[in-house]
């Protein structure tokens, strides 16, 4: 991805000051008030950002890049493991307005070979008359189009290219976290949770800012690694994500779609975000990003997602 960027306006700008609730019998009321209101405010931004030009531009480039296979994706990170978006050389040119540098090496992968096939032995004709496929009912011209097999194909990644930037979104929280990191990998050891920050020259996981998972088959407790980065307020922000997961997720339920649980931990990163003074109103376009049904989802899962809001605000405030 490259150089555009959705600027935060003035308002967003302005970094809002660490909420305080009083000591008293009303406090978790009061508490659950203001994450309710948050999450009802992120609602309304992912609304924004769903109708947003920025946002239908991106989605457009996002669509014209295809997911690929999983030996596909091991063939990619093999000959170029630093490569985020894959195309072929003319799709680069003519879909995207960048073009090859010179002397860059094609990424080499599958490309599936779609071609009339025989209802019999679904094969292309010419294998088909090989094999005296005794099928003659219609002709090869009028035969379904089908998988018939596989050819090797070039792409290359699109830091092997120049030319026009690709629509980028800016999802990263901004703020001065004052220690907030610290203690969020406090708070992870406090609820039992291993908690790494690794060097960017180490992290194994793609593009991908933090992850959540098992060491092992019988690892009883979430490892939690997140790649630092310079902006500590959104690295603060993935620990949140991360720990988030942890809480609600790290038991998938097998029915659960992806993009809702997503959705889930960054509700909870957006309204922790807040309630320790960092802005994250672009967090709208990651959840807008995830799910199209974002502000439905949100509002469904008010309850658990200001619950685990209210355990990692009250773990980090402890813990600390």
Sequence with gaps: MSTTHSEPTDDT????????????????????????????DLAELTDEALASEQFQEWLDVQSKFHD???????????QCPEATKVAGYWTWQNEFDRHVQEGESAIWIWAPIITNRCPKCENAPSYHDKIDCDYDETDPENWPEGLVGFKPTSVFDVSQTEGEPLP???????????GLVDALLNAGEALGYEVDVVAPEQWEHASANGICKRRSPVTMHPIIEVRDRDNSADLARTLIHEIAHAILHFEPDEDEEEAKIEVEAEAVAYVVSRHFGLDAANS??????????????????????SRTAEEVIDTVETAD
């Design 168 to 178: 980028e979104l800016d999802a990263e929280a901004h703020g001065d976290p004052d």
């Design 68 to 78: 690929y296979s999983h030996r596909n994706t091991l063939l990619i990170k093999l």
């Design 284 to 305: 709208r376009f990651y959840l807008a990003a995830w799910d199209g049904d974002a502000p439905e989802t949100v509002h469904d899962r008010l309850s658990r997602i």
């Design 13 to 40: 700008n302005q970094q809002e000051p660490t909420v305080a609730f009083d000591e008293s019998d009303s406090r978790a009321d009061d508490m659950r008030e203001r994450l309710d209101n948050w999450v009802e």
